[in-house]
């Protein structure tokens, strides 16, 4: 055997012989209030006991639940920890945990007939994600673009109304913005993911016309000003008319005097003849 071949050789045994030490390590997730089930798939028809072991990054090795039918036909779950929420199958050895808070995370291992099993179980349990809020940050620089902030410590996914997925900028102390830019569009929107291993959620739309409140004034200005326009003409001609005929009242009163007084100087000129 060549040199090469025989380090080689000594590598991979040793990286299999510390594989075998330390054990597979199966990474599961649960919700806080959830479920979580794991464990072994099929069982030798010998096995005589199982014990599930937990163990806490803070606390000892603990039993989770145990079963050993030579001592007791029914399960014991002996820690107050896992009373009443955890269920074990004794055909698959499949563990089974509910009502689930952040103290049942940890490494837990199996026993069967004794023997510790290799394949080990990492159990990181995760309160679910909040519904996010998008914060709107004027940019005084620039009035046709603004930031929108997602001020959260799990994994963030922008996008918007194309459905496209946006990148975002670190933000500190914590989360992500993105800068977005006037489109002309007022139903063009934001929105914000929030995710982690067991569980998301989504932010309520935030829509341009709402960036942008100057957007939609061209609107506003479209029908106000005809209809202020029209309502100037409608008072301006209610008020020529009125005084249009005020003065044709004058005129014709003033007119009927004239005639009056002609009339009575006529007939004074009369009498005074005779």
């Not at 030798?44 to 014990?51: D, G, Q, R």
């Not at 055909?91 to 510790?116: A, P, Q, R």
């Not at 909040?130 to 673009?145: D, G, L, R, T």
């Not at 003409?233 to 005084?243: D, G, R």
Request: net charge neutral; glycine share 6%; charged share 20%.
């Amino acid at each position: 055997m060549t040199p090469l071949k025989y380090l080689t050789t000594l590598i991979c045994f040793v990286f299999i012989a510390i594989r075998a030490a330390s054990g597979e390590v199966r990474n599961e997730f649960g919700e806080v209030g959830g479920e979580v089930s794991f464990g072994s798939t099929s069982l030798n028809p010998s096995v005589s006991s199982i014990i599930w072991k937990h163990r806490s990054s803070t606390g000892p090795v603990v039993k989770a639940i145990e079963w050993d039918p030579a001592e007791d036909p029914d399960v014991s779950i002996p820690n107050p920890r896992f009373k009443d929420i955890t269920t074990l199958n004794e055909k698959t050895g499949e563990i089974t945990i509910t009502n689930l808070t952040v103290e049942h995370s940890g490494f837990y291992t199996i026993d069967i007939n004794s023997k510790e099993q290799e394949q080990r179980f990492s159990l990181t349990v995760m309160a679910p994600v909040p519904k996010p809020v998008i914060k709107i940050e004027k940019i005084e620089m620039n009035p046709n673009a603004v930031n929108l902030k997602c001020e959260y410590n799990e994994t963030i996914i922008w996008k918007n109304s194309a459905g496209e997925t946006l990148k975002g900028s670190p933000h500190t102390p914590k989360g992500e913005l993105i800068t977005a830019e006037k489109k002309g569009n007022p139903d063009v929107f934001y929105t914000c993911t929030l995710k982690n291993a067991v569980s998301e959620s989504t932010s309520d739309p935030v829509y341009e016309r709402d960036l942008f409140e100057e957007s939609g004034l061209w609107w506003i200005a479209l029908i106000v000003i005809p209809v202020l326009i029209l309502a100037l003409f409608v008072l301006l001609y209610k008020f020529w008319t009125k005084s249009h005929k005020k003065q044709y009242n004058l005129a014709s009163e003033g007119k009927h005097v004239i005639t009056l007084t002609l009339r009575c100087n006529k007939l004074s000129s009369l009498y005074t003849n005779i």
